[in-house]
């Protein structure tokens, strides 16, 4: 089985501009993302970047990066663009790794890549973990997703989801841990895709339920596309969306 890595790193951040080249133990951002991506044994790993600085960044590390267009509406847009740029071929598999973050476990990524190819009925792969805080689950910036016994997902939501009907939102913010019964995951933003599906993801319209929720995984499930969905088989550490994430993440790694 072999895959290949696409780590899609933007200048540009509301939150934390120029996010891919902060430092952590001097060492930029992003060449921190490809030791991880080289470690999870990859054929290959490219760099996805609509910024010279990233583009001469990454080829001064001695990796390899392409320069994309700055006007995607999305990574999945810019992930396709890439992947077309390289040459890759329909069956080939391509994992899609954020550029924040710096701590992404490798054996994550060769989780993601193994679990498409072995299994061809779907399309994409992704991956999750449980959630124990009621807080947690109440939080719409953290995505859940539910699944079949296919592993092949139900549906993503920002919603807290599943929801016990005969428990009223008073009663569960009451407690601290989510009740055993409830059996909720978060959704984990690593994904497995089948070049082939990238290149249908850009010619479709964005779906309804898409835009309510604001999660473009949801074009694939409008679609009729699966995604095989699985618990990530290893412990998991966070990523950085602000400059207060990085000094936590120094801190992390300063413990080690």
């Not at 001469?56 to 267009?69: E, H, L, N, P, R």
């Amino acid at each position: 089985m072999s895959f290949h890595v696409i780590i899609p790193a933007r200048y540009a951040s509301s939150r934390f501009p120029g996010k891919p080249l902060a430092k952590i133990q001097g060492k930029e951002m992003v060449c921190h993302v490809i030791d991880k991506a080289i470690a999870s044994g990859a054929k290959s790993v490219t760099v996805a970047t609509d910024d010279q600085r990233i583009f001469d960044c990454v080829i001064a590390y001695g990796s390899k990066a392409v320069m994309t267009a700055s006007d995607h509406e999305s990574g999945t847009d810019r992930l396709e663009e890439a992947a077309s740029k390289l040459g890759l071929s329909d069956d080939d598999i391509v994992v899609n790794v954020q550029g924040d973050e710096p701590l992404i476990n490798s054996l994550f990524i060769t989780q993601v890549a193994e679990n498409l190819a072995q299994n061809p009925a779907c399309s994409v792969s992704t991956l999750c973990e449980p959630i124990h805080l009621v807080e947690n689950y109440l939080n719409p910036n953290m995505v859940k997703v539910l699944w079949n016994n296919a592993h092949e997902s139900l549906y993503f939501s920002r919603s807290p989801i599943p929801w016990d009907r005969d428990e009223s939102l008073a009663e569960l913010s009451q407690f601290t841990t989510l009740p055993d019964h409830i059996h909720a995951y978060r959704h984990l933003g690593i994904y497995g895709y089948r070049v082939s599906a990238l290149k249908s993801f850009v010619t479709w319209p964005v779906g309804r339920l898409e835009q309510l929720e604001k999660l473009e995984q949801l074009r694939f499930l409008e679609q009729g596309i699966k995604i095989h969905v699985s618990p990530v088989q290893a412990e998991g550490f966070p990523g950085v969306d602000t400059p207060e994430d990085l000094e936590h993440i120094q801190t992390i790694l300063g413990d080690q």
